[in-house]
């Protein structure tokens, strides 16, 4: 099994409780709501299914409760083909939660509470030691403790397994070393403005602060912007790329960006010698697919969803 995967991701899962009602509550009201429904949500988890959907062979890191919630999560990976040895269960803290309330006008209120991800530690990475060295890629984020996903990428790393890094939700203080272990740094941009204190509101912009990111030491660095694509740097071209994205109506963007992270470990693992700017393309384009439907993991397209030029070798 450890020999057949190609992404690893060491990261979150969130059961999203979403209630739409037509106004939010106020402190110490109740009110009706008029639809309930349960989403499979986390951005570790989210970017992990989408790369399953283009046919990467998955396994997901992750601690889940030891409750109703984590055994569903845990079918969930299943049944998108995604590998659960390294998926443990604590009876030490609920499976994440974001409790969700979403207005007729689209406002939302939200709570996030990260429970058993927060117990994600160096055991369970130890465990998944065989599975995470011989990966080609690993992918992390910042929603399980920031240590973790640190030490994740500082071990893929001595294994030449290449590593994405997304810095999200953001945090001020990240730690220097998140961008030396990191192959592709991918921020978004309210991310790279947090990070680089600089407003991020052009792909110009973008430009600047991926470079202000890139001298920090990581390789590449990505940052996406919405419906205008992303930007590209490197250290063998540090010139900043930008690279835009299919004009589509979109109708629902929770989640873009882990599609386009997916999609981007899946083509830095089926298509390593494509370059980095054809991979972002391509991951537009997937995640552009992704804002056309409703919902996050359900809006995310599969292989014969796509183009056929999605999978071209060159
Ligand atoms: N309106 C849109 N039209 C086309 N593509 C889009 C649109 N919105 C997002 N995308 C695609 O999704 C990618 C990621 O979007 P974005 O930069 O908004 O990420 P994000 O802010 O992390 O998203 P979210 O927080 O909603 O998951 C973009 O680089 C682009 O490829």
Known sequence: MAEEVDVVVVGSCMTDLVSQTPRLPKAGETIHGHKFFIGFGGKGANQCVQAAHLGAKTAMVCKVGKDFFGSSYIQNFKDNSICTAFVTQTAEAMTGAASIIVNDAGENAIVIVAGANMLLGEEELEQARSVLTKAKVLLCQLEVNSHISLQALRMARQYN???IFNPAPAIPDLHPDFYKESDVFCCNESEAELLTGARVASADDAGS????LLNRGCAAVIITLGSQ??????????????IPTAKVTPVDTTGAGDSFLGALAFYMAHYPSLPLEEMSRRANLVAAVSVQSVGT??????KKDLAEELFLKE
């Open 161 to 163: 397994v290449k590593t």
């Open 229 to 242: 694509g992303c930007v590209v740097l490197q250290t063998s071209n540090p010139n900043p790329k930008h």
């Open 209 to 212: 602060a991926g470079l202000e």
């Open 297 to 302: 993991q359900t809006s995310y397209p599969f």
